[in-house]
């Protein structure tokens, strides 16, 4: 089993140091919490430290202070640089907790950044603060899965987008796809990009409706099939993912 990954905020060579101890990193708050009440760490186990945005550290615990401090002797800061290609998922906003169950599964597969969409047959409509709400959870979501699959680098959320929004970013990709049932080619045998950016669309439960397909199209985004079986939106883009993963050479 590798090291428990923890989450440090403006995470640095000298941040956390406590005075004339050196590479000594105190970690406390939710985050002490977690490693000392929770997880129980005790001295001599290993740690790995993060800013969840690709700066890391690996550790090693030298002391468990009340509840929530955790004291780490560290090594070297290390920087893990961007995937690429660089992989988009714009999901379709599903109704009730799948949103939180397809950003998990996404961010464990390995996809770099996530696109909340508000296509016009999703039941679910992000608006004031119910919206801020949902989408904090998604960002929560996407940190602790990230923590959980040992990620230094967790996914961006983004805002949520409106279906011109999400075209212009189509438009911007190496490799644009719509995940749909009308795609006569399987994305398991398109000509993906070595590098760049690759951008898939998952609709909702209703499906994308065809002017949505057609702005798609024109921003550049042929549809293309996963397989014979239709599959739910919770669930399409973390299948995509693998695939892509897969193909190109990112879980070689």
């Known amino acids: 089993m590798t090291a428990p990954v ?6 640095d060579a000298g941040a956390g140091a406590e005075s004339g101890t050196g590479r000594r990193f105190v970690l406390d708050g939710p985050e002490g919490r977690h490693a000392v009440s929770v997880k129980r760490l005790r001295p001599g186990e290993d740690v790995v430290l993060t800013d969840g945005q690709g700066r890391w550290a ?9 509840k929530d401090r955790l004291v780490v002797q560290l090594a070297t800061v290390a920087e893990e640089p961007p995937e690429t ?7 379709a906003l599903p109704k009730g907790d799948r949103g939180e169950l397809a950003v998990e599964t996404m961010t464990e597969t390995g996809v770099d950044a996530i696109v909340p969409w508000t296509a016009s047959r999703c039941v679910t409509q992000w608006k004031g603060d119910r919206g801020a709400k949902a989408l904090a959870k998604w960002r929560a979501t996407a940190r602790e899965a990230g923590k959980q699959s040992r990620r230094v680098r967790f996914p961006e959320v983004t805002d949520v987008m409106t279906t011109k929004q999400v075209a212009a970013s189509l438009a911007t990709a190496d490799f644009a796809a719509v995940l749909h049932e009308s795609g006569e080619e399987p994305l398991a045998t398109a000509a993906l990009p070595d590098r760049g950016s690759i951008v898939l669309v998952v609709g909702p439960e209703g499906g994308v409706a065809p ?12 549809p293309y099939r996963l397989g014979r079986s239709v599959l739910r939106t919770s669930t399409a883009g973390t299948a995509a993912t693998a695939v892509l993963m897969a193909r190109t050479g990112r879980w070689s």
Do not use: M
């Open 6 to 11: 923890f989450v440090v905020a403006g995470f």
């Open 58 to 66: 690996d550790g090693v615990v030298l002391a468990a202070e009340g």
């Open 85 to 91: 290609p660089r992989i988009t998922v714009v999901q």
């Open 211 to 222: 002017e949505e397909l057609t702005a798609f199209a024109q921003a550049g985004a042929r």
